[in-house]
């Protein structure tokens, strides 16, 4: 018995110590356990609780409806940067003046409308009034961009971000919302957008004491699909003169546009402005400058472009290669086609129609006897920008398109009533 219990207290020995490390490194391991966990824990609080006032702070750094507000006011304030101009540049001293007087009008009564034909120079000349001193002036243009866009665009040039508290800064406003956020888009972006840029107009015209100036150009882009959206940037730039809140600057071809515009009631409290042609002096002196030599300049002004930019800076290039008669036939075709589209066969233009054209070969007519010998539907087609023949100048006068037209008429209507144009 007694050789087995030496025998047998070897073996318990490992067998008793285990339990007793177990329970050492147990407890070690599960302390050290306790501890990390604790820790990283408290880690993970303090990275939360420090996290979630940072993002609270951010947001409300950057998208309280105040944060959002002023900096719409900055830009107004800023004024739109406009780029410069880079080819050789004709100097139109009483464009700039007229355009710097819409833009700052001494007091505002009305909004305005600049029209003038496609290419003639409005762009360059309201960028030439605006690039001397933007302050106060936000310039945005439309492009062909898709309707529904185009308020988001507005806002971006407006640097307006709409975010999920501005409905509920309009409601605290008072604002009844409930019409305008069932409403389709574009026409619910454009009201958010009116909405809070009428906040902003006010705050510019307490801090400054004149009203800021918002330019909208190519505005007939808009026109083109569809008045509505148009009228209500009418609608609202009218309430803006009502209330001498923002002077609005609506930029348009007139031909394309002009029955749209005129179709909204807020036409009544609309100036039109109008950019027109450079003298035909300085139209040759634009080609002699770009390399055309002193003949064909003459020529070409004379039969074709008239003091237009966009056919004075085809003519540069297409002089090259070739003769002014070339070019002119090129033209003269063209509006032979956009008039058979329309009449069908030239040879049976009726009287009225022909003797209008007759008369307006020797220069500009009043509107009411165009109207009436023409018609209104006529009148309107004759005016669009794809065929080009009619041109509205807002003392209520109309004229032939351009300088080529004036010619071609004068080729077909004055030698042969009855056959509208000959070659
Ligand atoms: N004062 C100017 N001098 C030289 N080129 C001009 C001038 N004004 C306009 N242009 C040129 O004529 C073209 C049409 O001008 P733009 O301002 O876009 O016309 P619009 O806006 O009336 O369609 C452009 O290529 C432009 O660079
Ligand atoms: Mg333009």
Request: glycine content about 6%; overall charge neutral.
């Amino acid at each position: 018995m007694s050789a087995a219990a030496p025998a047998a207290a070897p073996a318990a020995a490992p067998a008793q110590q285990q339990p007793a490390f177990r329970r050492v490194f147990g407890f070690i391991g599960g302390a050290v356990a306790k501890v990390v966990s604790t820790t990283f824990i408290v880690l993970v609080v303090a990275l939360v609780a420090r996290h979630v006032p940072d993002d609270k702070n951010t947001i409300a750094k950057t998208h309280s409806p105040e944060v959002v507000l002023a900096r719409m006011l900055a830009r107004f304030e800023a004024g739109s940067v406009i780029p410069r101009f880079e080819k050789y540049h004709v100097s139109r001293p009483d464009a700039i003046a007229m355009l710097q007087k819409v833009l700052r009008p001494a007091r505002l009564k009305d909004y305005t409308v600049v029209i003038g034909e496609v290419g003639c120079g409005k762009t360059t000349a309201v960028h030439n009034a605006i690039r001397a001193n933007s302050t106060g002036i936000v310039y945005h243009i439309v492009k062909s961009e898709v309707l529904v866009s185009m308020p988001g665009l507005l806002a971006r040039s407006l640097a307006f971000e709409p975010n999920q508290f501005t409905e509920g800064y309009l409601k605290d406003r008072g604002v009844e919302l409930d019409e305008v956020t069932s409403a389709a888009e574009p026409f619910r972006s454009w009201v958010l957008l009116s909405l809070i840029l009428r906040d902003v107009a006010q705050q510019f015209k307490t801090k400054h004491g004149h009203p800021a100036t918002l330019v909208i150009d190519a505005v007939d882009e808009i026109a083109q699909q569809g008045p509505a959206l148009l009228h209500a940037i009418q609608d609202f730039a009218k309430a803006a003169a009502d209330e001498q809140l923002l002077n609005v600057v609506l930029v348009t071809c007139d031909g394309s546009n002009l029955p749209e515009l005129k179709a909204s009631s807020a036409m009544t409290r609309a100036r039109i402005a109008e950019v027109s042609d450079i003298t035909d002096e300085q139209a040759v002196d634009f080609l002699l400058h770009r390399g055309v030599n002193e003949d064909a300049a003459k020529r070409a002004v004379a039969e074709i472009a008239g003091g237009r930019f966009v056919l004075l800076n085809s003519l540069v290039f297409e002089l090259q290669f070739k003769t002014v008669d070339q070019i002119f036939l090129k033209f003269h075709i063209g509006t032979r086609g956009a008039l058979r589209r329309l009449f069908g066969d030239l040879a049976q233009i009726s009287p009225p129609v022909s003797s209008t054209f007759c008369r307006l070969c020797r220069g500009a007519q009043h509107v009411d006897d165009v109207e009436e010998a023409l018609g209104l539907d006529l009148t309107k087609k004759l005016l669009a920008t794809h065929i080009n023949i009619l041109a509205y100048h807002p003392n209520d006068t109309y004229t032939l398109h351009s300088r080529h037209v004036q010619r071609s008429s004068r080729f077909g209507v004055l030698r042969c009533v009855s056959a509208y144009v000959m070659i």
